[in-house]
């Protein structure tokens, strides 16, 4: 008899999966910390039997030790970085949502950019240069191509926000000075949140974002004209903010009826 989980497999061995997770953690290794991957192992260690997991976000709170807001964050991640698939459980005996199921996704090495529905509005500081919701917020082979610009294995790399975003743009865009305006921004927008005592212990977090938005902002100057770049690199790193923090208290509401996974044999009632 086929398990429920096995119909979510995207992989014919275990050695499969762990190459595929093993590659997808490489690839992002400047945007994964080390929350981010405890998390991945844990969904890795529970889709060994079925090729999926089914955990509630308690089980990966206790496995690694973390809050519930962390968790949710580091899930959010996995899924805008293509790592991992969310699909929310209905539960059969007791009405409404159970714990998610979990699939670890193939590793794509060509890579693709996520995109957005159109957005008319421009971004609300005067000056900015507009953002498209069209924008590809979360890159997959852009970084091969940012961060592998010229040999890396013959000299350290910084480990400093600065110096990674003076890093980067000298690999792509060959100038450096711009970058004490990013980080500045970077500092202004997480110093508004980082205020707060929920989330005082996320300064890696906030990192984190700055550095993937301004690989965004970097990729969108390949493709179009940017008049002002650090306004363009405020609005995209004020999307990623909103969306790491704020997009989860609306799942209930705004996820289609198609994107719940409800077992066979089971009426709505």
Not at 98 to 103: C, E, K, L, P
Not at 219 to 234: D, E, S, V
Not at 241 to 268: A, C, G, Q, R, S
């Amino acid at each position: 008899m086929t398990h429920y989980l096995q119909k979510h497999a995207r992989f014919n061995s275990i050695a499969e999966m762990d190459e595929a997770v093993a590659k997808h953690c490489a690839f992002h290794r400047y945007e994964l910390n080390k929350t981010d991957q405890l998390v991945l192992d844990v969904i890795r260690r529970y889709s060994v039997k079925y090729g999926a997991a089914h955990l509630k976000h308690a089980t990966i709170e206790t496995a690694i030790g973390k809050s519930n807001a962390t968790v949710r964050r580091a899930i959010r991640k996995l899924e805008q970085l293509g790592i991992i698939q969310r699909i929310h459980y209905v539960r059969p005996v007791m009405s409404g949502l159970g714990a998610n199921i979990y699939i670890i996704l193939p590793f794509d090495d060509q890579g693709s950019l996520n995109s957005r529905e159109d957005a008319d509005n421009p971004h609300d500081d005067e000056g900015n240069e507009p953002i498209s919701e069209k924008e590809p917020l979360f890159l997959k082979s852009s970084l091969k191509d940012l961060t592998n610009t010229s040999p890396m294995e013959s000299k350290k790399l910084s480990t400093s926000l600065f110096s990674r975003m003076k890093e980067l743009l000298s690999n792509t865009i060959g100038e450096t000075k711009k970058a004490r305006d990013f980080y500045g921004i970077h500092r202004s927008l997480s110093s508004e949140m980082l205020r707060f005592d929920i989330y005082k212990d996320d300064g890696e977090i906030f990192n984190d974002l700055a550095y993937r938005a301004l690989k965004i902002t970097v990729m969108a100057t390949k493709r179009k004209q940017i008049r002002n770049l650090p306004g363009y690199y405020k609005g995209v790193l004020r999307k990623l903010i909103d969306e790491t923090y704020f997009k989860d208290m609306f799942m209930y509401f705004d996820v289609p009826v198609e994107n719940f996974y409800i077992p066979e044999n089971y009426e709505l009632i």
